[in-house]
């Protein structure tokens, strides 16, 4: 069922870990690029499956084992149409984005990059979508190439077309920023990279939740991306890959579950997406994606999209009235956060000041240390949006960072 319009106190009730005091002072939750909290629903359909259906998969001919394997097997299909994947097996259930990205930096790093090749990722990645590929590299003897970023921080398409003529053998890049909100062109850098014939790893960590991604559309050759910052439980993420790939990757572990035959001498591995599934998997959280998913495509995507849109663009507004505010990411197309400085306050204290105040918003590098090295700054406070946060509770987080900022000059 699609609402046909937001109703924001009805979408808070079903997240009862909103509706609580901290510090005597109502919660404001605005860090929700780190996690977004969990609907009921989410909550419900984890339970239950612990409560009634609870099994391993993949292995028992009894009732329960068949029951869970096809709720987890339904589950991958939910995924696929969500991102409009070709087909189920496209989609490799991992823990989150930093699986499987070190998934593709070991598999697809074993099958494309030999010794003094190169990979591409952007000035602005996460650690997750660079620390894998630059070990990779140091094992390899090759380079790590990185697009720069200007001041606003937005990629240098110029300087990217130049990385590209070094015939790298993979690009990795992140669709939105977790820094600096900078909404990628991602659509033109596949195919940029197209054009050369490298294929295109998106870490999606960030828009999941926040945008309608269409995997064929983007032409992506993988897309990868993190249940709980989209809803879902912590503990499951996945990875998307066209098949063709996916199909001449080696596996990424090894033991039960990706195996065909094996014998001391010699083994052979399971079908995709079973080969990069080794072990017990998590299927409660799987359960629990799915839900997530429907519960996001029970809103029209657009409506949610441009109400978070507003939020950024009021925060922004509200904020920008603070002296010594200085905004970090500050490129035409942001999505879903603002982060900033305030002169002469270290982020931290900001950040311990206003938790007192019932704020609760991120401090620090955000995983991204080079980003800070760019702008010359220990960290930035970040506050990040989800389809529950209100203009209200920006209010008091505005209040909050003034009378901190007063407070520390
Ligand atoms: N990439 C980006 C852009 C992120 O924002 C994050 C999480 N902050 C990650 C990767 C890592 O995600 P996870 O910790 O869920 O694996």
Known sequence: MILNHLDIDKIRKQFPVLD????????????????????????????????????????????????????????????????????????????????????????????LVGEGDKVVVSAMEHHSNMVPWQQMLFRSKGELLVIRMDKNGVLDLNHYEELLKQKPKIVSIAHISNTLGTVNPIKEMIAMAHKYDIPVIIDGAQSMAHQVIDVQDLDCDFYVFSGHKMYAPMGIGGLYGKMEWLEKMPPYQFGGEMVDKVSFEKTTFNKVPFKFEAGTPNVGAALGLETAV?????????????????????????LSGIEGMRFIGQAPKRNGLISFVIDGIHPYDLGTIIDKMGVAVRTGHHCAEPVMTFFGIPGTVRASFAMYNTKEEIDVFVKAVERAANMLR
């Open 294 to 318: 429907k519960f996001i495509q029970s809103f029209d995507r657009q409506e949610v999209e441009a109400y978070e849109d507003e939020l950024l663009r009021y925060a922004t507004e509200q």
């Open 20 to 111: 609580q005091q901290v510090y005597g002072k109502p919660l404001v939750y605005f860090d929700n690029a780190a996690t977004t909290q969990k609907p009921l629903c989410v909550i419900e359909r984890e339970r239950d499956y612990y409560l009634h259906e609870n099994c391993n998969i993949h292995r028992g001919v009894h009732y329960l084992s068949q029951m869970a394997t096809e709720a987890y097997e339904n589950a991958r299909k939910t995924v696929a149409q969500f991102i409009n994947a070709r087909q189920p097996q496209e989609i490799v259930f991992t823990r989150g984005t930093t699986e499987s990205l070190n998934l593709l930096a070991t598999s697809l790093g074993q099958l």
